[in-house]
């Protein structure tokens, strides 16, 4: 019985190490997507996204940190997991522009739990997103306006101020 059980025990494995490389190697195009987008507004804190499966059979997603460490999205701060969620928003939208027309990006606000460099890191992944669509990004965080006037025309990005 011991040799029977070490030879399933290796199997299984086995068979782990196996699923967990072909799902790294084959991970969907808004999960790859989503993890370069998450390392430029993470400023290269994390390096990209992974998905595996908890000890119930569920799917969890996991940051990877430059250091190759993995946190949870419960182990994230609650910018990070501000921008960990633009970044997936972006990804899926980025993929669904590619075979029907693009919808316009609107929000209100999504900056309040980043630092001034993520900020500005967001403005500029905001702004190449916009090369394809319509992006419009309310805010009342004066360091957010001077940062899209800084990024300019030659970003096309427009600041419209409104008055008191």
């Known amino acids: 019985n011991a040799e029977q059980y070490l030879r399933l025990t290796i199997a299984r494995l086995i068979l782990e190490e196996q699923m967990e490389s072909y799902r790294q190697n084959n991970q969907t195009p808004v999960l790859r997507r989503a993890g370069e987008l998450f390392a430029k507004l993470t400023l290269g804190s994390f390096s990209g996204l992974r998905d595996e499966l908890d000890d119930n059979g569920k799917p969890v997603l996991l940051g990877i940190r430059a250091d190759k ?36 990006f609107v929000v209100d606000d999504i900056m309040v739990g980043f630092d001034d ?15 394809k669509t319509q992006v419009l990004v309310f805010t009342h965080h004066s360091m957010v306006a001077q940062a899209a006037h800084a990024l300019g025309l030659k970003k096309g990005v427009f600041v419209h101020e409104l008055a008191e």
């Open 69 to 104: 460490t993995e946190v949870s999205v419960d182990g994230m701060s609650d910018g990070t997991r501000d921008q960990l969620f633009l970044a997936l928003r972006l990804a899926t939208m980025e993929l669904q522009r590619d075979h029907q027309d693009p919808v316009h």
């Open 117 to 131: 460099k993520r900020s500005k890191a967001c403005l500029e992944v905001l702004a190449d997103f916009a090369q």
